[in-house]
């Protein structure tokens, strides 16, 4: 009996009669019924989420956000409506939480009332995090709820990506304007710096010309130091000459008065001749000095006069400077004022001393002005006066030898006084109009030694007020200097950190990089989402039933073969017992199965890529990995039907469940247990679970061919056991092999 003939025969058996048949045929379809079905139930889920019952209640209230009314929540529920994700029915909070609880809603979306406040909040001193209230109920789906928690991190991603785009743009925006400003405050800057510079300059400028004025106020204090000194003394002079003046005037006026009764009194000169003589001889005597007295009075008038008029003409540029320094004063005052006030370098207390010192410069430059008008009246006057004096003595000095010749004549002649009575008649006229215009004189002296007077006391007056004056004067521009000094100082630093500061401020500009608002636009999206996952899936299953066809090809393979070696006998016991061939009758047993798992798998194979419309890459591969994994679980369940008989059938039960858990088609296997993880190591339906997805999704060909090699290991190592068995039993029988099984 050869290999062929024993699967004949096998197959003729199975069907044989009717009922044989249908159950073959059965039996035949349960592997496409159990993978087709599940791979059709489970083909595509995500697809049909739209079907999913959800409520969502909107419960916000709104919010205000740069003075517009913003509703989030609103915002939310129409996106998610429209979005037509799941079976989404907007409702009130009552009817969402007692929809979960009957079944009505697989989930509840409650978005609370202080939704859209919470958000805004993120601009404010005092954030909160927004939240949405997701509501499960295990009971109607524990799938459902692991979906609808997706789904809430979902919104929760569109939301935060929409507050985000709103918020990076406002930042956006505001950088921009930033940038604008400093662009303004750039240009300002500079046109600090520049001023800055020009004030430095000008400080220089003002502090070597208030040092030029400390050493010529220095100067001024020195030279009228001792003006009120000389003063009084030409004042207490002037005095003495305007006294003797009035007394000279007095004199001659008495004299005019009373010779003007001369020329009708000479007819009693005789009478009087003695007395005369006698007088005139005194009057000799006391006039013998007058021509020298009067001489030197005329010089001294005339020293009096120059010495004026040299005192006038040296002091008026003094008194022009002063009063020019005064005139200036309030213009300087003004134009240092608002500098010192706007300097950023001075301390405050610095700034209030140096505008003190400005004031009191003013003021005293004022006093010293009008001092210095006061000063050049008198010395006008006295001028004036003086040169009277000094023309009157002049006068004086003329007439005095003509008045001691007269005299001395008159005495010389006052003994023939009475003889030349004829001749003093004559001369009577001429006497009174000498003496006349010697009392005019004395007049004119008078007045104008009361004028020089009255000039030489203005003028001691004044020169305590110029003196103090020059010395405040002094004091104040030695101040002023400091101030000056210290100002361009000041200036200087302002200068250096006005160029700084327009160096740094545009420095940031340029950090800030210009940008439309198309630009903005991008970039806030960005900002808002800044990390999108790619998709480099290198070997992908189109959905979610691709994902898990591997595992329910690979089970519904060793299900087809339990189903199977229900009505297959592993081997020919009569066989074994007549033939002794026991490699023929291991290969005609499983044989049987391999053809019949072929079909099976075949089957599956057009169910699963055309009927399900699952993608397969490699189509052949695929095929072939799904017959050398049936191939090997037949081999495998018929070495233990094989070595323990109704026992081993129920430990290819058993090893299915293990496989199930172990092989990894749901989930990683890296999150089994310890015990759990080294098994799925260890069983052939890992690797026929790996193969298939290498082939199907178009994987590493080394891993197929890999997992190939280790189911065939599995195959031959199983074959090989049956083998050794059937031998065994082709030599001798034991009790066992003679009791009946416990499964039929």
């Known amino acids: ?178 940038r604008d400003s400093l662009g303004d405050a750039v240009d300002g800057a500079g046109d600090l710096a520049s001023g800055a510079t020009t004030a430095s300059n000008g400080a220089d400028q003002l502090a070597d010309g208030t040092g030029k004025l400390e050493s010529g106020a220095a100067q001024l204090a020195a030279g009228t130091a001792d003006l009120p000194a000389q003063t009084t003394k030409l004042n207490d002079g002037a005095q003495q000459v305007a006294t003797g003046a009035g007394s000279l005037s007095s004199g001659l006026s008495t004299l005019q008065q009373s010779t003007a009764s001369l020329p009708s009194q000479t007819t009693q000169l005789d009478d009087g001749a003695t007395k005369l003589q006698s007088g005139l001889h005194q009057l ?34 003094l008194i022009d400077g002063v009063e020019q320094l005064a005139a200036d004063s309030p213009q300087l005052v003004a134009t240092l004022k608002p500098v010192v006030q706007a300097s950023t370098v001075l301390t405050a207390a610095q700034k209030t001393e140096l505008l003190a010192t400005l004031d009191t410069l003013q003021t005293q430059s004022s006093q010293l002005g009008a001092g210095g008008a006061a000063v050049s009246e008198a010395l006008g006057k006295l001028q004036t006066g003086s040169a009277q004096v000094s023309d009157g003595a002049s006068k004086l000095a003329t007439a005095a030898p003509q008045l001691t010749s007269g005299v001395q004549q008159l005495s010389d002649g006052s003994d023939s006084l009475a003889a030349g009575t004829g001749k003093l008649a004559a001369a009577a006229p001429a006497l009174t109009n000498g003496i006349s215009s010697a009392a005019t004189g004395a007049s004119t002296l008078s007045n104008g030694a009361s004028q020089v007077a009255a000039g030489t006391s203005k003028l001691a007056s004044a020169a305590p007020t110029l003196s103090n004056g020059a010395a405040t004067l002094a004091t104040g521009t030695a101040s002023a200097d400091d101030g000056a000094k210290s100002l361009a100082s000041g200036l200087h630093t302002l200068s250096s950190g006005a160029s700084t500061l327009a160096s740094k401020l545009d420095e940031g500009r340029t950090k800030i990089p210009a940008s439309t608002a198309s630009q903005r636009s991008a970039q806030a999206s960005v900002i808002s989402n800044p990390v999108k996952v790619g998709d480099d899936n290198v070997a992908a299953a189109d959905n979610y039933g691709a994902g898990l066809a591997p595992f329910f090809i690979s089970l519904a393979a060793w299900i087809g073969m339990y189903a199977l070696f229900l009505i297959l006998k592993p081997i020919s016991k009569r066989a074994i017992t007549a033939v002794r061939k026991p490699l023929q009758i291991v290969l005609g047993g499983w044989l049987t199965p391999v053809v019949l798992g072929i079909v099976q798998m075949v089957a599956l194979f057009f169910i699963v890529r055309f009927a399900l419309d699952l993608n397969v890459v490699h189509a052949g591969a695929t095929i072939g990995v799904m017959v050398l994994a049936s191939a090997t679980f037949a081999a495998v369940l018929m070495a233990l039907n094989v070595l323990l008989g109704s026992v081993g059938q129920f430990l290819g039960l058993v090893l299915m469940l293990v496989q199930l858990v172990t092989a990894g088609g749901t989930f990683p296997w890296q999150t089994l247990p310890g015990p759990l993880a080294a098994l799925h190591f260890a069983l052939p339906m890992t690797y026929s679970v790996d193969a298939l997805r290498q082939t199907m999704y178009g994987g590493s060909a080394g891993a197929a061919w890999s997992d190939a090699g280790v189911l065939a290991c599995w195959m031959l190592g199983a074959l090989l056991v049956t083998f050794v068995v059937a031998a065994r039993q082709g030599r001798s029988r034991t009790l066992r092999d003679l009791r009946p099984s416990l499964i039929g």
Do not use: C
Not at 74 to 84: E, L, P, Q, S
Not at 284 to 310: C, E, F, H, I
């Open 1 to 178: 009996m050869t290999t062929t003939s024993l699967v004949r025969a096998e197959l003729a058996r199975l069907t044989a009669t009717p009922l044989a048949r249908l159950a073959f045929i059965a039996l035949m379809v349960v592997p496409l019924l159990y993978g087709g079905a599940y791979l059709w139930a489970n083909r595509d889920p995500y697809a049909k989420l739209d079907q999913v019952p959800a409520a969502i209640v909107n419960q916000d209230a709104g919010a205000t956000l740069d003075g517009d009314t913003v509703n989030y929540g609103k915002d939310v529920t129409k996106r998610a409506i429209d979005g037509g994700d799941f079976g989404w029915v907007k409702t009130t909070a009552a009817d969402a939480r007692s929809g979960v609880r009957n079944g009505t809603y697989d989930f509840v979306v409650t978005i609370p009332h202080d939704f859209s406040e919470s958000l805004v909040s993120a601009q404010t001193n005092d954030p909160k995090r927004a939240e949405l209230v997701m509501t499960t109920a295990d009971t109607n789906s524990y799938l459902a709820s692991t979906i609808a928690e997706q789904a809430g991190k979902t919104m929760r991603t569109a939301v935060a990506e929409q507050v985000g785009k709103k918020a990076a743009k406002t930042l956006l925006v505001g950088l921009a304007d930033v």
């Open 284 to 317: 000799r005597d006391q006039t013998a000095t007058l021509p020298a007295d009067t001489k030197t009075l005329a010089t001294g008038a005339a020293a009096v006069a120059s010495g004026n008029a040299t005192l006038a003409t040296d002091a008026q540029p």
